[in-house]
Structure formats: C-alpha cells, structure tokens
C-alpha cells in the first residue's frame, strides 16, 4: 500500500509544538513532550501505528471464528510492534462482544473479514474501521494507549477504504453497503464517500458523491431520471456490489488517491474495478482482471517501478494464472503497459504448475529500503516435496526497471528458520502483509496460513532488511497463543 502524500510518523514534527521543542531543546526533549519517544523509522505510516510508538500495528481478521457461541461472527486481532517486533502478548482482540464495540455477536455476521487503516480524525494516530456485514461497520480510534472506543457506521458494511480520495491532505472514507451475489447483473448498493477528517461520533466533514456525475448511470434510455441524481442505479451515493476486497494508492499521480477493487461483474463472474479519485467523487477505469471468473486474486498497489505513479499488481486468477503488474502514469494503468509472469521467470524459484494460486494473495510495499516497492505473493496451491497445496510465498523485488526476477525470493514451512512443518493442505501464503513492524526501516512481512491446524489458522512474521526477507528471529502464532478463539476461526484469513 502506498497512498498520496503519504504520511509518516515523523510528519507530526510540523505541529507547532513539536516543532517548538526541537528549537528549545532538541531530540533529547522529545519524550518530554508525550509525542512518539524515538524518531520513527520513514516506513512506518501514520496508519499502520495505532498508538503512536514509531512501530507498525498488524491486524489479522479471523471472520469464521466462534464469539460468543455465536458460529462465524468473527474478530479482528490487532498486534502492536515494538523494537522487538510484534508479541503474543502485545495485543487486543475485538469482536461484537468486546466492551465498547456496539452490537453483539451474531452468528455468520464474519466481523472483520475486511477493514481499512486510516488517520480518520486527523490527530496522528492510526484508526481502525472493520467491517461487519449487514450490521455496519465499527471505527475503533487510536491513541497513545492503542485503539479505544468503537462508532457504529450503520449501513456500510462491506470493504470500506480510507485514502486521501480528494486530494485535501485529509484521510477520507469511502463506504460500501454490504450486499450479496444476484444474479445475472451486478446488484446496486448503497455507498458513501466520506470526506475527512471523520469525527469521534462518526460525523464526516462533508458527505461526497460516490461517483462523478459523469458517471453516474441510471434505468431507461437516457437516464434522465439520473441526472437529478434521483433514481441512479449508479449515481451519487450507490455503487454496483458485492465487493470483494480492495487497496488504495495514487495510480495517477494526481495526488489524490484513487482504489482498485474485486467486484462482482454479473453471470456468476468477479473482476476488478478501478475507481480513480476526484473532488466531486470517483471516476471508473481499468484494471488487470476486468473479467476474471470466480476467484479472488489477490491485489495490491505500490510504486514497484519508482516513478511517481502507484502501480497496481493483481494476481493470478481463473483466467489468467500470471501476476500482472500495470504500471501507473498520468492517465493511470492501460492495457499497454501492463506487464505480467509466473514462476518461471528468470531469478524466480519455483515450478508453476496448475492451482497453485500464484498471487492468491498480494502486498505492495518497500522493503529493503532502496525506494521501490517489492512485491510480496502468497502462493498457497504451490506444491512441493510430494505435498499437494503445502503453499509458499514470494517477494519480487521492484527496480528503476519495475520487476525483473533477480533478487526474488520463495519461503515455506520447510525452508530452514521458518517456524513449522510444511503439511498437505496447509495452504501457506493465503494472505499477506508488509509493514514495519519493529520500526527499523524495513517492512517486515506477515502471511497467513488459513489451513493450519484444521481451519483454525496460524500468521508467521519475516522480519525485512536491506537484502530483503529474513527468516532469523521469525515468529509464528495461532489463535490460541493470542488467547482468542480458535476452532475453524480462519485466523489470518485477512491481513493488514
Ligand atoms: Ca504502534
Ligand atoms: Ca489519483
Ligand atoms: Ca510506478
Ligand atoms: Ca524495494
């Protein structure tokens, strides 16, 4: 992830007093002043860094967990980093039935199978909204003591996604009514895009259309009834659905930032959506994947290439089992300048074989630290050693030249250093995050294995270096280690 005027955590030194206290006193005043205690690293992002300390937060969602004896209700697990990386015993579990989170549990509801990271209420920590379902969304806020509260946002329950969508310099939300598969045409569903900064009591600055008016798309010949933006299928504040996932960055480079996301495009088929960011609300484009059949890949946005403009990486799916990788511009992502590979690039380990998911999972971000961004691929059909989808995960690195395969690398349970057995079935590398968890410069992975231990999950966590992944000082842990529950939780199943 990558987003327009992307804010790191020392950004906060332009408030004024931080910035007096750098002239009287210097560094060493620092702690004084209840502000982050140490400098923090340039790749952690405001977002990522619930609670203020210089270190990326981690959020793994576990939708089918039991809460509550309520089946699939689900929670979202936030680790907190440290200079030490991330700790079992660091964190704080949330579901309908934590105190302050408004609902309860109900069963199939899946609380947090997707949720966004984002600076909502504009005061330097990171904020937390996680989806759920039909009963609407929670924002959690951050603080120098880690997410508190929870605001209910009734209605929009489905793959919301911050990002600075109009260009203000401000976080904004853009919300998605939950909605479910119907048939021959996308269904239209409510949606909103928020502008920020959002309130504590989930008041938005101002409410925007969802869609430019150009887009707005409404029934009969010549959708008049639309034009008094009354009547829209698609139009100021509804949007076709279901929606899948989604990722957010500046593909265009206009400073505002702009989402890509896996929808469903009617006849039992899902594609992508590029939904490009403006004052007066989204416009459409195009995307890898337009028409892709009924796996979700995985995606993510990042400058792989270095050249201002946020790229979008969508992996493999039924119709194609090649990671594509469309290089962004002033006019954003084309056809044209799409490039794509499998595992038989050059400097890629591994046999691409039928069902191995290349890409079912994808995280876009820096991680040695030379300015591009790497691509990291969950590859959980990957097959080896006579275990049929044991599952493995890749990160590409990113250069002047976008991919090229040198320098990539591949890790499984096997793989001496990583924590586990690698086991049929295990599905390895069904999602994955990259963010600095231990604030040392370097994005450090996290991917999940879905299949671990029947369905209850496991995430391991690679720490990032100058030279890419490590598998010194890893860690793995499933619900249980984080007491939380456990039985067919799917923990991992989402990660951010
Ligand atoms: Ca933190
Ligand atoms: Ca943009
Ligand atoms: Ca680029
Ligand atoms: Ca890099």
């Known amino acids: 992830m990558s987003r327009a005027g992307r804010r790191i955590r020392t950004a906060r030194l332009g408030s004024p007093l931080a910035a007096a206290v750098l002239l009287a006193g210097g560094l060493s005043a620092w702690a004084l002043t209840g502000a982050p205690a140490q400098a923090a690293a340039a790749s952690v992002d405001v977002e990522d860094d619930f609670n203020g300390d210089g270190y990326a937060d981690l959020v793994i969602g576990a939708p089918n967990a039991t809460v509550s004896d309520k089946a699939k209700a689900g929670y979202v697990a936030v680790m907190y980093g440290s200079a030490d990386g991330l700790s079992t015993a660091n964190k704080k579990i949330v579901s309908r039935s934590t105190s302050g989170i408004p609902g309860s549990a109900t069963a199939n509801e899946r609380f947090g199978l997707t949720f966004t990271k984002g600076d909502l209420d504009g005061d330097g920590y990171g904020d937390l909204v996680i989806a759920g379902g039909a009963a609407g969304s929670v924002v959690m806020w951050g603080s120098a003591s880690g997410l508190t509260g929870g605001t209910n946002l009734a209605g929009y329950g489905q793959a919301p996604q911050a990002g600075d969508f109009d260009g203000d310099g401000k976080t904004d939300l853009a919300l998605f009514a939950h909605s479910t598969v119907a048939g021959d045409d996308p269904p239209s569903a409510k949606a909103a895009l928020w502008k920020g900064p959002v309130s504590r009591t989930g008041t938005p600055a101002a409410v925007l259309n969802i869609l430019d ?95 201002g403009y946020d790229d979008v990486v969508v992996g493999g799916d039924d119709w194609s089992g090649k990671v594509r990788v469309a290089y962004g511009s002033a006019s954003g992502p ?31 971000d820096d991680v040695n630290g030379d300015g591009y961004a790497d ?21 590409v690195p990113g250069s002047a030249s976008g991919f090229t395969g040198t320098g990539s690398q591949v890790f499984h349970q096997n793989t001496e250093g990583v924590p586990g057995v690698a086991e049929t079935g295990d599905k390895f590398g069904a999602a994955t995050a990259l963010l600095d968890v231990n604030g040392d410069g370097h994005r450090d992975i996290a991917v999940a294995s879905t299949a671990e231990n029947s369905d209850n999950g496991a995430v391991w966590v690679l720490r990032g270096t100058s030279t890419g992944l490590t598998t010194t000082s890893a860690l793995a842990f499933g619900p249980g280690d984080v007491s939380a529950p456990a039985t067919d939780a799917l923990f991992g199943y989402t990660l951010r």
């Open 213 to 307: 008016k150009s887009e707005w798309w409404g029934y009969g010949e010549d959708d008049a009834s639309c034009a008094t933006g009354s009547g829209c299928e698609e139009g100021p504040d509804s949007i076709s659905g279901p929606i899948r996932s989604g990722e957010a960055g500046d593909v265009n480079g206009d400073g505002k930032d702009d989402i890509v996301q896996w929808v469903y495009t009617g006849d039992g088929t899902w594609g992508s959506r590029m939904l490009l960011g403006g004052a007066s609300g989204f416009t459409k484009s195009w995307a890898p994947g337009d028409t892709a059949g009924g796996a979700t890949p995985g995606m993510g946005v990042g400058d792989v290439n270095g050249d």
């Open 334 to 364: 084309s056809s044209a300048n799409t490039k794509s590979f499998d595992q038989s690039l050059p400097g890629f380990y591994g046999a691409e074989e039928e069902g191995d998911g290349l890409g079912a999972a994808v995280s876009v």
């Open 375 to 395: 691509i990291a691929l969950g590859i959980p059909g990957e097959d080896f050693s006579a275990l049929t989808d044991a599952g493995s995960f890749a990160l």
